[in-house]
């Protein structure tokens, strides 16, 4: 199983992104699926989760701002991020189960 995670780069505050993370594998359908970040110098947190019927988890603290869904047709799950600050800056991850992790992705936000 491999993840291929895209759609980071340098982004102004208040902007927005779409990150997406692709599976190589055909166990997709069948696992939840997160969007983790870790910031310079910070332990890496979960952003959100979406299990494999499409109910969704996030943090507290992004909520509000971000979105994540999931194609199971193409073995995809993506993350709207929308209204960003400085303190979203990070390599975003995404995890398939508990045991896969994508190469990560890095969000820069500038002020």
């Known amino acids: 199983v491999q993840l291929q995670a895209s759609g980071g780069g340098l982004v102004q505050a208040g902007g927005s992104l779409r990150l997406s993370c692709t599976c190589s594998g055909n166990i997709f359908s069948s696992n939840i699926m997160g969007w983790y970040r870790q910031a310079p110098g910070k332990q890496r947190e979960m952003v959100a989760l979406i299990t494999e019927g499409g109910t969704t988890t996030y943090s507290d603290s992004m909520k509000d701002r971000f979105t994540i869904s999931r194609d199971n047709a193409k073995n995809t799950v993506y993350l709207q991020m929308n209204d960003l600050t400085t303190e979203d800056t990070a390599v975003y991850y995404c995890?398939?189960?508990?045991?896969?992790w994508g190469q990560g992705t890095l969000v820069t936000v500038s002020s």
């Open positions: 995890r398939l189960g508990l045991r896969f």
